[in-house]
């Protein structure tokens, strides 16, 4: 794939509102941390999946200049990430799976964001979604990039489409501070190892999603049918386990990031 059409991908690529309606029944959206506001670059709601209620987290960046306005361009607040772990925990208490659909080109850095808490709001999702004593699947549908994705995505299953990037930093702030050159995308992209293949190979990710032959932009309906798929393969192993199995095989995953062996 040329890096151009890399770009273009990421750029146009199928948004939460289009994976919504194609892979659960019954969505009801629920608003708001009931502490500040309600953070619209965060979606939380009630739906079934395949029949089985869970609760569904996800990124949302909008699609024309008003959505994308109003979301923040996928970038969260502190609220958003509250909002997220209010809906998890609710979760928790009826049993109900979560799943977690990301795409953020990470969390919002402004002043206003840092007073209310972000470092601490993002932290605190890492802790308590360590612990959850309900199956967590995170897909990365676009962008995951920082902090701001890692925040909904501490699950025991991490699915990747094919043509997303999962990282620590977005490439352009990667050369950025690295390189004082945000030009330099390309080579950040190489350097980070932030396609689905490297991390498929190193043990970030747990599967790769397949898309279509063009992409997922071409076809939202079946890149959709392609991620149902495997969210219903990999959630069903974990609806068999108990909560005690469940904490104990998200924690062994994160655990194992990054082990070598000296030679």
């Given at each position: 794939?040329?890096?151009?059409?890399?770009?273009?991908?990421?750029?146009?690529?199928?948004?939460?509102?289009?994976?919504?309606?194609?892979?659960?029944?019954?969505?009801i959206e629920l608003h708001g941390d009931r502490g500040y506001a309600d953070d619209k670059a965060v979606l939380t709601g009630l739906a079934?999946?395949?029949?089985?209620?869970?609760?569904?987290?996800?990124?949302?960046?909008?699609?024309?200049?008003a959505e994308k306005i109003?979301?923040?361009?996928?970038?969260?607040?502190p609220?958003?990430?509250?909002?997220?772990?209010?809906q998890m925990k609710l979760a928790e208490k009826f049993c109900r799976p979560v799943i977690t659909l990301i795409d953020t080109p990470g969390a919002y850095c402004g002043?206003?964001?840092?007073?209310?808490?972000q470092g601490e709001a993002i932290a605190k999702n890492l802790m308590e979604m360590s612990r959850l004593r309900v199956p967590i699947v995170a897909v990365i549908t676009g962008e995951g990039a920082s902090g701001g994705a890692l925040g909904i995505a501490q699950a025991?299953?991490?699915?990747?489409?094919?043509?997303?990037?999962?990282?620590?930093?977005?490439?352009?702030?990667?050369a950025s501070l690295l390189w004082k050159d945000p030009k330099r995308e390309k080579e950040a992209i190489i350097r980070q190892k932030m396609t689905s293949d490297d991390l498929l190979a190193l043990g970030?990710?747990?599967?790769?999603?397949?898309?279509?032959?063009e992409?997922?932009?071409?076809?939202?309906?079946?890149?959709?049918?392609?991620?149902?798929?495997?969210?219903?393969?990999?959630?069903?192993?974990?609806l068999r386990m108990t909560p005690e199995q469940i904490c104990e095989q998200r924690y062994k995953k994160f655990r194992a990031m990054g082990f070598f062996d000296e030679l």
């Open positions: 794939m040329g890096f151009i059409t890399f770009l273009y991908l990421l750029c146009f690529r199928p948004i939460i509102h289009d994976y919504i309606p194609e892979l659960f029944e019954d969505f079934r999946f395949n029949g089985v209620p869970v609760t569904v987290v996800g990124h949302v960046k909008g699609r024309t200049t109003e979301s923040n361009f996928g970038m969260p607040h609220e958003g990430y509250r909002k997220a772990l209010r002043v206003a964001a840092e007073e209310r808490g025991n299953r991490v699915l990747m489409l094919e043509n997303a990037t999962y990282s620590v930093i977005s490439a352009k702030g990667f970030v990710v747990d599967a790769v999603i397949p898309e279509p032959p992409g997922a932009h071409k076809d939202p309906v079946l890149a959709a049918a392609a991620v149902k798929a495997a969210l219903e393969a990999h959630l069903a192993p974990l």
